[in-house]
């Protein structure tokens, strides 16, 4: 009359951790770190920019970090990581050889797909540079499937900005319309001064084929949203990708929720069209 | 198309078939403890006490334990292993149909993808014994507004006590094997069934309403009113002392934890019951906190039972079970503010 049961040992557990040694170090700042990670041959990784990995070391924790490179990167990915907590810290001390733990990747990355043919502004502060380089990376490989690329990239001063050997090819590029900005200068700096917001502006671009990417502290986005419907840019091409306390990746843990979603799965980026209704986004 | 299967058992037979299920597993039910009841392991019937109100915690530590190993590993060199190789089987014995309705959302939660493999091995080992509710528990409870006052599925078997019998509902081959080759263990005749039936109209003059408004009205009023200073109140008054969520069936929220061995190498990766209500339940390691303050805390609880999940998962999480109100040291009371946000939303209305 019913059915029965399953009674099988489900032994896959989605907590455990794959190894990846450390390869390649860069200092980028005092505070930042390049790390680029190998997997072993026969873990599947697959990712797009955007999206995140929890990265462990054991006896210390785990914590989300996002990946910075692009899937063109064969062979490796690579996350920059501030000191900033306790996950983070232990991070730092550790050497090239070294080994991690990885689970992922997780959650939303960006809609590339809808980016093909269009035209993209990406709009980057502070560490948000970080996920958008996977994103900028990818680009540059497919570069000629997209219409016009703007770079504005805006930091505290310039020796907190990262990737600076690559951000000054970006603006040698003549694909790429590149603008920087510090909110603080030092003698030698060249470029603008002042926050990011007022590079919008004087951007030219065509708002029913652009699809503007935003990523930055919590602060920047209310203003640069502002400024990016200024130029009507529709809210559904507007992308951002959002900051949260994500433990479990999996949905569950409830820390990284923003009203009833979990940045964690239906995220971190997001389509401002989905969730300026949402009183906990922004 | 399946039947409803009804069986009975006599009272004076009932010890024995309670001392014959410990052959389905470690039995668990509610045991009187300092004034309350909890849910412990029972070895001797004279423990058991089936006349209670909502135990102090609900059943949830067994299948979502308290503190549980997810992963072994040793530092170096890199090693994951299996934390758990064993699930046992239980027997959760006397559980209300509010808790039940907590088993069923915790369900959805957990097998929702990507599954949870503890959660679900420990669940799909579990045998659920459940006991209908004759009379409303106390003023705290809110089970008929949530429907959970009556049977609605989600156990193995349901226990309803009629005079000197058991009435027993089997809803799955898990509680038929409970039943099996017990010859005292009778068919329910077609009185009986009769008797059931005007125990469950007899309960429906007993058991009353708690909210002022029907459930689709409390949605629509925690659609509408979020920012009510109804949740400016609440904050004002609550401690932050995550009570409400330990005792709630259906707050799951946790956190990740490594405990290393003495020699420092190899240890256990666990994960612990959290608490929304804690400030630094969603600060992230930059100082940034993305829920500030105890009123938006306490909205959020509230939201994750009335809004949040019926979006997600067409499923109220809250069960009735009254425990939040219970244990609030500062007395927040949930039937009250669920009243209080009804009767703004109806004042509002009439406004426009």
Known sequence: MFQSESKEIISVSPYRAHPAEIVLIKDYTP????????????????????????????????????????????????????NAGSLTSALHNLKKGDVVGVRGAFGKGFPIDNFFGNDILIVAGG?????????????????????????????????????????SQWGRHLDILFRCTVDKADPDWKGNIGLITELIPGVTLNPMRTYAIVVGPPIMYKFVIKELLKKSIPDRQIIVSLERRMKCGLGKCGHCQINGI????????????????????? | MVMER??????????????????????????????RHVFRPIKDISELDLNYIPTILPPKKYYFPQKEKLLKFSIKPFKTAKAISEFEEFVLFGVHTCDIAGIQCMDVVFREEPVDSNYINRKDRMTTVGIECLKPCDKYANCVSMGNHVPKGGYDIMLTELEDKYIIHINSIKGENLLHKRPYIKKCAPADREQLDVLRKNKEQVFKEEFIGRLTEVYTAFSKLYKSDIWRDVGKRCVGCGNCTAVCPTCYCFDVLDELEFNLNDGLRYRIWNSCQMDD???????????????????HRYYRKFKYPVDKFNRYFCTGCGRCSRTCMAEINLIETVNDLIGEYRNVSVGI
């Open chain 1, 31 to 82: 505070l930042e770190k390049l790390f680029r990670l190998k997997l072993p041959e026969d873990v599947e990784f697959k990712y797009t920019p955007g999206q995140f990995a929890e990265i462990s070391i054991f006896g210390v924790g785990e914590a989300p970090i996002s990946i910075c490179s692009s899937p063109t990167d064969k062979g490796y990915f690579e996350i920059t990581v501030r």
């Open chain 1, 262 to 282: 979990y940045v964690c799965q239906n995220g971190p980026v997001f389509r401002y069209r989905d969730i300026k209704g949402l009183e906990e986004a922004l």
């Open chain 2, 6 to 35: 009804y069986a009975k058992i006599s009272k004076k037979d009932f010890s024995k078939w309670f001392s014959s299920l410990e052959d389905h597993g470690r039995l668990y039910g509610p045991k009187k403890k300092e004034g």
């Open chain 2, 281 to 299: 339940f969603a600060r992230v390691s930059g100082g940034e906190d993305f829920r500030p303050g105890r009123d938006a805390r306490q909205r």
């Open chain 1, 127 to 167: 560490l948000g540079i970080v996920p958008l380089r996977g994103l900028i990376r990818y680009i540059m490989y497919h570069r000629k499937d997209f219409g016009d690329v703007q770079i504005l990239l805006g930091c505290k001063s310039p020796k907190e900005m990262l990737f600076n050997d690559e951000v």
